[in-house]
């Protein structure tokens, strides 16, 4: 009975070990595909522009955001020392959004592809995701994650919560996808029509 048990519970293992192997192999196959977009055909051309495009708009937006913060807390500094910290939060907050999102507007407007804006801002909300998700690793356990989250809450969720939207309406109202192109009769159907 013993062979028995040792003999099943090899197969087990084998068995799991196998699917742990094919897991494993699927997520490679699929970081390697999405890693793959990045680099370039023999001709020279991106694989994937739309998202080296959007990656780029992305850091771009992402310095905006950035230097949009630390003008405008340099700027609102004496006017948020006489009102409470809520209230100086929220008004800087709401200004840097508000001139990044006037300035995401222009481009939306003055760039062919109307996809673009909002794949940044996916972007930027993937670099948020991530921020937390690392933060919530590395500050397990020291009671320090809630003031971390209303940190994010100021300077990226509000931002990604008002941007996320308007870009989203924008590229519903702006992006019609090319048509098929028509394919033409063959000559002899168009004689044999019925009228």
Same mark, same amino acid.
């Given at each position: 009975?013993?062979?028995?048990?040792?003999? /099943?519970?090899? &197969? #087990?293992?084998?068995?799991?070990?196998?699917?742990?192997?094919?897991?494993?192999?699927?997520?490679t196959e699929?970081? *390697?595909?999405?890693?793959?977009?990045?680099?370039?055909?023999? *001709?020279g051309?991106?694989?994937?522009?739309?998202v080296i495009?959007?990656? /780029?708009?992305?850091?771009l937006?992402?310095?905006?955001?950035l230097?949009?913060?630390?003008?405008m807390? #340099?700027?609102?500094?004496?006017?948020?020392?006489? &009102?409470s910290?809520?209230?100086? *939060?929220?008004?800087?907050?709401?200004?840097?959004?508000?001139?990044?999102?006037l &300035?995401?507007?222009? +481009?939306?407007?003055?760039?062919?592809?109307?996809? +673009?804006?909002?794949g940044?801002? +996916?972007?930027?909300?993937?670099?948020?995701?991530?921020a937390?998700?690392?933060?919530? &690793?590395?500050?397990?356990?020291s009671?320090a994650?809630? #003031?971390?989250?209303?940190?994010?809450?100021?300077?990226?969720?509000?931002?990604?919560?008002?941007?996320?939207?308007?870009f989203?309406?924008l590229?519903?109202?702006d992006h019609?996808?090319?048509?098929?192109?028509?394919?033409?009769?063959?000559?002899?159907?168009?004689?044999?029509?019925r009228?």
């Open positions: 009975m013993s062979r028995q048990d040792d003999f /099943s519970r090899q &197969i #087990e293992q084998s068995e799991r070990e196998r699917a742990r192997q094919a897991r494993e192999k699927r997520r699929r970081a *390697n595909r999405f890693w793959s977009t990045f680099l370039f055909t023999e *001709n051309k991106p694989k994937s522009g739309f495009y959007t990656f /780029s708009l992305s850091i937006f992402l310095v905006f955001y230097l949009g913060f630390h003008l807390t #340099e700027l609102f500094h004496s006017l948020s020392e006489r &009102i910290a809520l209230w100086g *939060n929220l008004l800087i907050s709401l200004c840097v959004t508000a001139a990044v999102c &300035i995401g507007v222009l +481009l939306h407007r003055l760039l062919p592809d109307k996809r +673009l804006l909002l940044t801002h +996916l972007w930027l909300a993937l670099y948020v995701a991530a937390i998700v690392t933060m919530a &690793i590395l500050l397990r356990g009671g994650m809630g #003031e971390f989250m209303v940190f994010a809450l100021w300077f990226a969720l509000i931002p990604l919560a008002i941007s996320l939207p308007l989203f309406l590229y519903k109202k019609h996808p090319p048509l098929p192109p028509a394919e033409e009769e063959e000559a002899w159907k168009k004689y044999t029509r009228r």
